[in-house]
């Protein structure tokens, strides 16, 4: 489906860093152009591309530090990837919705395209640092230049992106991905504990007591675990791509080596000291308020 591109016009940023929202480089994109539904996630409604109440004339929170306080923790746990940033500074070239009006419907019809393009490319660039994709790394750098190519586009050919049918051959590759990390994981067992993989994709496991399971290697990919508890299971190498950690409780497991797991999953659930991280995530700092309200 992609072919390989030797553009030199095209600029390769696909470091972890550069997918990650940097909010003093973005235009306030996801408090304007996304919508909210008051909610126990968002204390008001707000329709796509009008301003929260909340966004000041700097882009920034007016409320940032007591986002979760003010009934706004949908908005802790949400991440562009980057694609603010890329929208504002490259697509739009630095200049803003309010300073050009005329562009703003564009800006905001861009930004959740841009949002999926940089997601599938934070999952490529994972993929690659993983020594046992080694067999389809070359499959995946070809697929990271055409997502890096894709996304500077013009807005007018990135409103025109067929993105489902990228996102399935995508898809098809992290798959790949996760079926060579969990063979990895489950090689390197030791004899009675090699096992089939358990399955729980998109299983419907909210609630569910799962507490010190061994989930070593296990696909959740799209799983619901509202609300499980998770506390001391290993998850280590599990695929948890889409899964809806919220609320989940998290105390003492073991993340580490897990696959696909991103910052807004994690800041969705509960945790303490003890819950191990993949090291490229950080932990959440309400984390320690509710340890210590939870013990």
């Known amino acids: 489906m992609f072919e390989k591109h030797n553009d030199p016009n095209i600029k390769r940023d696909t470091s972890f860093n550069s ?55 949908g908005c802790t746990v949400f991440e562009c990837f980057g694609a603010g940033q890329k929208v504002s500074q490259v697509t739009f070239e630095g200049v803003n919705w309010k300073e050009s009006p005329e562009t703003a419907k564009k800006m905001f ?71 060579l990390v969990w063979i990895e994981s489950n090689r390197q067992r030791k004899g009675s504990q090699k096992s089939k993989r358990i399955n729980h994709r998109s299983a419907n496991l909210m609630g569910a ?19 499980a508890n998770l506390r001391g299971a290993d998850m280590r190498a599990a695929d948890l791509i889409g899964a809806d950690l919220r609320d989940a409780d998290l105390r003492g497991a073991d993340l580490t080596e897990s696959i696909f797991l991103t910052q807004v999953q994690i800041n969705s659930a509960k945790g303490d000291a003890r819950t191990k991280l993949p090291h490229s995530l950080s932990r959440p700092a309400h984390w320690s308020a509710l340890e210590t309200k939870m013990n």
């Open 19 to 73: 997918l990650r929202a940097d909010c003093e480089n973005c235009f306030g994109l996801c408090c304007v152009a996304l919508p909210f539904a008051a909610s126990a996630d968002f204390a008001i409604d707000k329709d796509g591309g009008t301003p929260c109440k909340n966004l000041q004339s700097d882009f920034r929170c007016g409320i940032h530090k007591n986002l979760r306080q003010q009934g706004f923790k």
């Open 109 to 179: 019809d861009v930004f959740p395209i841009m949002q999926q393009l940089h997601e599938m490319l934070s999952y490529l660039t994972e993929a690659l640092t993983l020594k046992a994709t080694r067999p389809i790394h070359r499959e995946l750098r070809r697929a990271l230049d055409e997502m890096e190519r894709l996304s500077q586009l013009s807005p007018d050919l990135l409103i025109e992106l067929d993105v489902p049918s990228h996102r399935a051959y995508i898809n098809d590759l992290l798959l790949k991905t996760s079926e």
């Open 209 to 227: 007591n799962l507490k010190g399971a061994d989930l070593r290697g296990a696909n959740l990919r799209g799983a619901y675990l509202i609300a």
